[in-house]
Structure formats: C-alpha cells, structure tokens
C-alpha cells in the first residue's frame, strides 16, 4: 500500500451557488466536482481517501458510496475544522496527506503528482500548492519572505492592502506529514474575520515550528480554478469541455464546430469520426472510428460502432451497432440493441428491443419490447401495441418477415419466419412462418353511390 493518503473537503453548503444542492455534486464536464478531484487523488497514487462530508452529507456520501471513507463535519466551522474531523485516521497513518477541495473540478492527477513528488524530494512538512491568477480576488494570498519562501497564507477577508495586491494564491491544494499536520491542526483558533478554523493558518504555525513548508506553483492557474458561484461553475464547465475536444482533436476526431460541442469527459470516440455541430455526447458513451454523429444529436450512455451515421437523433442507453444509419428526427430510447447495417429514420421510437441485421424502420414506426430478427423490413407507419393498460408484452419479429403500412401488432404477438403482413392489418394472432396475414375488412364498392347521393 503506496504511504500517500488523501482528505477531501466536501462539508461546506457553498452559499454562493443558492442551490439546495451540496456544491460538491455540481457536475462540470458530465461529474460532480467532488468525484473529478477524487478521482484525480487516486490518479495520483492515494491509497486511502476520506472526504469531509457535513452540508447533504448523506447525498454527498451515496454519490461517492464505494469509492472513498467518510468523516462527518456536523457543523461547518472552516477548512481547518474540516481536517480535524480527520484526526483518527491521520492518527493511524503515517506517511503524506493530500488535502484538496471538492471545489476545484479541473484539477488532474498530474497535477497532484507533480506537487507529491516536490513535496518528497524537498522533505518538507507541507508543501502547498500556489497559482498566480489574473484575478485574485478571494482567494488567500501566498505571502512569502524576502528571500522567496513561503511564510503564511492570508484570506481574501483579512487581507491588508499590500497583501491584497499579490496575485499568488492558495489553491487550497496541499501535501502534509500527517504527524506534523496532526500536531498544527491543535494550535488553529478562529480569531478571524469569519471566525472560522482557518487550514491555511497551519502554514504559519508549521513556520513558527520550524519546520520546512514548501511551494509548488501550478504552470496552468486554470486547473486550480475553485468554484464558489454560479458564473465560475460555467467557466469551468467551458475549460473543462475545451479540454476534452482537444484531446480527442489530437486523437484524430473532426470536431467542426467546438463551440456547439458538448462531450462529456468520459466519452471515448474513434479517429476518422466526425462530429457535426450542435451535438451532446454524454455520460459513458463509446462511439467507433468512421462514424458522423450530428448535426442536433444528443447521444447519451449509448455505445456506437464503427461506420456508423447518427443525425438529428436523441438516443440514450441503447447499444449501435456498425454502419447503422439513424435519423433524422428518431428517439431511440434505453434498452434498444441496434444490430450491424440497420437503417432506422424518419420520426421513429425505438424501445427496449433487438433490431436484427440489415432490419429496416424506415418511416413513422413506434417499436417498443420486441425482439425483431434479421432482415425485418417495417412499413411505414407500423405500430408495436405493447401496453394493454395495465402490463407491457413482447412482439416477435423472426427473419425476413415483411410487415406492410400502418400495421399494428398486439403483443403478446409473433410474425413468423419470412411471412408477410398486409397493409392496414391489426394483427392480434400469430402469423406462422411463410404466411400471409391479412386483418382488416374486406373493401365493399358501392358503385353509382354518389350519383344517387345527388339525386
Ligand atoms: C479556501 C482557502 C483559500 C483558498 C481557496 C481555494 C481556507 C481558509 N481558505 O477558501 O485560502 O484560496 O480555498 O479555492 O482554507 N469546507 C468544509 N468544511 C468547512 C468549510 C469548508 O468541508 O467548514 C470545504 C468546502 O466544502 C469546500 C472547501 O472546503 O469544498 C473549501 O471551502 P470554501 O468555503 O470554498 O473555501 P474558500 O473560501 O474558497
Ligand atoms: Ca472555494
């Protein structure tokens, strides 16, 4: 077990966001902020991670359930306050604690390993991490001796003139001795303009010890950025997003418009596919090489092959096969399995069904809880009746069948093996394989009708 542990600060509500939410589980980039910092600590090497938790601890503590150990902050008395809650297992550990915020989603692992790595080779007791912001308006202020080394961190609110004007901050990005932060954590007080236990003051305290603190500052101040507004929530969601188109340019996807790209961070797309504008892909979708998604898709959870064309569709859980062809204006939705080379468009549903091989659903169709073989051509306008009111069945389409236009199957209900429907059937009983079903009156011509209609 690597000798690197991780706390991380999840307990405050974050009054500036005015959400009902815990600011943690705001997503950036398709995660909670919380999640993107945890799962960059463990990027970086922790081994063992306890998140704070305190403002909607117990949603904090289900969205994160498996991943991490939590410490409860029952009432929110600062950062510092915050670590306490910690003191067992720093307690029990002996070796390095990252402190990070659950705020500062576009932090990476790399990041970390860089400050874990000078924060080793210095031997310091802590080591934090800075950045110089363009504007560094409330954060705290690194303030540093004439001879460069860091002496304390001072916050936004308590802030001198002279210490407002500097523009290195505290990231609020830390490694610790988890014996040394043991000890400082016990000389914090709140005499401060929050009246808060403010971490940063352990820096100070650790000077006054003697002992070594240490400064990595980060080459890119974005990836520090913490989110304490609505406004900055968008400004990382835009970086964030950035970010991830520019990976997967460098991969070899065409992205032709970045700017109304939305991709989430997980996704994984193949090279040589190329995105049209005005198109989401989200959550854990897997998108092959060869294919064109867009333009107006939104894409989520949904695994697409290879050569596949997605245009002006909504499709969420289902699974694409290769060189499918979908839309316009379709809506496959969860539980749909696409076989290779299926043509599926023109205002059609799809729903918890198989579509086999080379099956058609050209135009204007609803199929939902069927099983549909190879080959399957749908007339136009076909309708799966799959709900009686009160329970749901399952059509069955085998191969080859031909089911003519404005057809509706009632399921429970099976089409046999290369059998035909008539156009305008209500089909309640099985058609056996090779059969003709017909359901639908005989047509009657009156003739000289309208004549005597006139007389
Ligand atoms: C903190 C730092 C500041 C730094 C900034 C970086 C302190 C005193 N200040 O300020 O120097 O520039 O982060 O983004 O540390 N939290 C708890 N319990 C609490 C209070 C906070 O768990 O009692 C958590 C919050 O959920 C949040 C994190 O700690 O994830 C930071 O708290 P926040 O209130 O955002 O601190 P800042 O004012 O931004
Ligand atoms: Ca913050």
Redesign the pocket.
């Known amino acids: 077990m690597s000798n690197l542990m991780a706390i991380?600060?999840?307990?405050?509500?974050?009054?500036?966001m005015k959400s009902a939410l815990?600011?943690?589980l705001h997503q950036v980039g398709g995660k909670s902020?919380?999640q993107q910092v945890l799962d960059a600590a463990k990027f970086a090497g922790a081994a063992k991670n306890v998140v704070?938790?305190?403002?909607g601890a117990q949603s904090v503590a289900d969205a994160l359930a498996g991943q991490a150990e939590f410490a409860v902050?029952t009432?929110?008395?600062?950062?510092?306050?915050?670590v306490m809650?910690a003191r067992q297992e720093l307690a029990d550990f002996d070796g390095t604690v990252m402190v990070l915020?659950?705020?500062?989603p576009l932090l990476t692992g790399d990041l970390l390993k860089t400050m874990y790595s000078e924060h080793c080779s210095a031997q310091a007791a802590a080591t934090v991490l800075t950045a110089i912001m363009p504007d560094p308006s409330?954060?705290?202020?690194v303030i540093r001796n004439p001879a460069g080394q860091v002496v304390k961190?001072?916050?936004?609110k308590d802030a001198d003139p002279a210490e407002l004007a500097v523009s290195e901050?505290?990231?609020?990005?830390y490694c610790f001795e988890a014996k040394e932060l043991l000890q400082a954590l016990e000389g914090l007080t709140c005499n401060?303009a929050?009246g808060?236990?403010?971490?940063?003051?352990v820096i100070a305290i650790l000077n006054s010890q003697n002992h070594k603190v240490w400064a990595v500052t980060a080459a890119d101040y974005h990836e520090?950025?913490?989110?304490?507004s609505r406004a900055q929530l968008a400004e990382a969601e835009s970086l964030i997003r950035q970010r991830k188109l520019e990976t997967l340019m460098d991969n070899g996807v065409t992205i032709m418009d970045p700017g109304s790209t939305f991709i989430d961070a997980q996704v994984e797309i193949g090279p040589d596919t190329i995105i049209y504008p005005f198109t989401w892909i989200e959550g854990c979708s897997k998108i092959g090489s060869n294919s064109s998604i867009g333009p107006n898709s939104r894409i989520a959870n949904t695994i697409i092959g290879n050569g596949a064309t997605i245009h002006f569709t909504y499709a969420h859980d289902c699974t694409i096969g290769e060189d499918v062809t979908v839309g316009p204006y379709v809506h496959l939705r969860p539980k749909t399995d696409i076989k290779n080379g299926v043509k599926i468009g023109n205002f059609v549903e799809v729903k918890n069904t198989v579509v086999g091989e080379k099956s058609k659903i050209p135009h204007l169709s609803y199929i939902g809880d069927t099983d549909m073989g190879a080959g399957v051509n749908i007339g136009s306008g076909t309708i799966t009746v799959n709900y009686d009111g009160k329970n749901k069945h399952r059509t069955t389409i085998e191969d080859e069948a031909f089911i003519g236009c404005n057809t509706n199957l009632v399921a429970p209900v099976t089409v046999g093996r290369g059998s035909y429907i008539a156009a305008g059937s209500t089909i309640t009983k099985n058609v056996p394989p090779g059969s003709l079903g017909v359901a639908r009156a005989r047509q009657n011509n009156l003739e000289g009708w309208a004549e005597k209609q006139r007389r």
């Open positions: 991380i600060l999840a307990a405050g509500k974050g009054t500036r815990p600011k943690v902020m919380v704070i938790i305190g403002f902050q009432e929110q008395l600062g950062t510092g306050h915050a809650q915020c659950g705020d500062t409330g954060y705290g202020r961190i001072v916050e936004h901050i505290n990231t609020g990005i401060n929050q808060e236990y403010y971490l940063t003051d520090t950025l913490g989110i304490n």
